[in-house]
Every structure is written in structure tokens, then in C-alpha cells.
């Protein structure tokens, strides 16, 4: 999955849901080092500007 963070620079990001993600979905994730603490599924509007 691309990802984008907050200081806009594209990085790869690999983490593992319980749910099934349709494509096209947005998630923020909150990652520590390489392991994701936390994630929220957010709309479109909400992603940084790239």
C-alpha cells in the first residue's frame, strides 16, 4: 500500500487487518518504527495533500 506521511513524503506501508479492504479504501495509520499502533479508516478529503 502506498502511504504518505505527514511531512508528504510517499513511503510503502505493509500492515495486516482483521477486515477485508475494499480497493480504493483510506486508512491513517499510526505507525511506531515498523509496526503499526493504531489504524482508522478516514475518507478521501481527510488524506494529506500530495
Known sequence: MQGVTEGNETKRVV????????????VRVLAKGTFAEEYE??????????
Open 15 to 26: 500492515f495486516t487487518t482483521s477486515t477485508p479492504l475494499d480497493h480504493g479504501t483510506y
Open 41 to 50: 479508516f478516514i475518507k478521501e478529503e481527510h488524506m494529506p495533500v500530495h
